[in-house]
């Protein structure tokens, strides 16, 4: 009898050690509407999402992975140690989210993105404005050209 509880805590012992800590989850792009756009008109994929420990030394403060095409993500194996984490998800023409998690020693945390698009601004033209509100711009609307002699 002594042998079957030593293999079931070598067995359980394991088990939770091949748990280690980790951050994962999923993320989906909504349209301005706040409703889902379906992965075939445009792919979660190559979504940012940074994980940033609050509570730890600086080699470890930080990792940053890709969502894959179905919009899932993980850490890196080993690399997520215990601690409060800021999860960031971010992607050129949505609006970031951000969520805090706290990751033990034995476990992970899920965490579920929904991105919503940034809806496009109408153009000014900045010739002819009367006030400074107008002169206002998107920084990707600006072409600097260089001063003629």
Known sequence: ?????????????????????KIYGTVQLLDVNAQPIPPAKES?????INMINTTTAIEK??????????????????????????VEASRIGYMTDTQTVEVTKFGGQK???????????????IQGTRSDEDKIVNPGEVNIQPPTM
């Open 1 to 21: 009898m002594d042998r079957v509880k030593y293999l079931l805590a070598v067995v359980l012992l394991l088990a939770t050690g091949a748990c280690s800590p």
């Open 44 to 48: 979660p994929q190559g979504t940012v």
């Open 61 to 86: 403060a930080s990792q940053a992975v890709n969502a894959d095409i179905a919009g899932k993500f993980e850490s890196e194996k080993d690399y997520i140690i215990p601690g409060t984490y800021k």
């Open 111 to 125: 965490v579920e993105f929904k991105l919503k698009k940034i809806p496009e601004g109408k153009r000014k033209s």
